[in-house]
Nanobody
Framework: QAQLAESGGGLVQTGGSLRLSCAAS????????MYWFRQAPGQQRELVAQ???????HYADSVKGRFTISRDNAKNTVYLQMNSLEPEDTAVYYC??????????????WGQGTQVTVSS
């Protein structure tokens, strides 16, 4: 089995920065793409950023130029550096990964989420 665990969320003022981390653990054969999603209260979950196994990235237009996704394959960890934060960025942030566990098949895994609150 495999698990994802986010960390790094918190309360920050407008214009501040946070760095989210998400570490995969357990019996993992390979991790393919990794993602960051977010969900604000009463809103749909939306894709924020993604990164492939080869390091290609994609960002939602709302965060492009402010957020940076990266990964450390040796640590099975994906990061989201968030700069110039705005109140509209307030949400629960979830990491996800397409991964194949040992003795298993390719499947999407989700973390529990970490709260990011940006005060005005």
């Amino acid at each position: 089995q495999a698990q994802l665990a986010e960390s790094g969320g918190g309360l920050v003022q407008t214009g501040g920065s946070l760095r989210l981390s998400c570490a995969a653990s357990g019996s993992i054969f390979v991790i393919n793409a990794m993602y960051w999603f977010r969900q604000a209260p009463g809103q749909q979950r939306e894709l924020v950023a993604q990164i492939t196994s080869n390091g290609r990235t994609h960002y939602a237009d709302s965060v492009k130029g402010r957020f940076t996704i990266s990964r450390d394959n040796a640590k099975n960890t994906v990061y989201l550096q968030m700069n110039s934060l705005e109140p509209e960025d307030t949400a629960v942030y979830y990491c996800a990964a397409d991964l194949t566990p040992r003795a298993g098949t390719l499947k999407a895994y989700w973390g529990q989420g970490t709260q990011v609150t940006v005060s005005s």
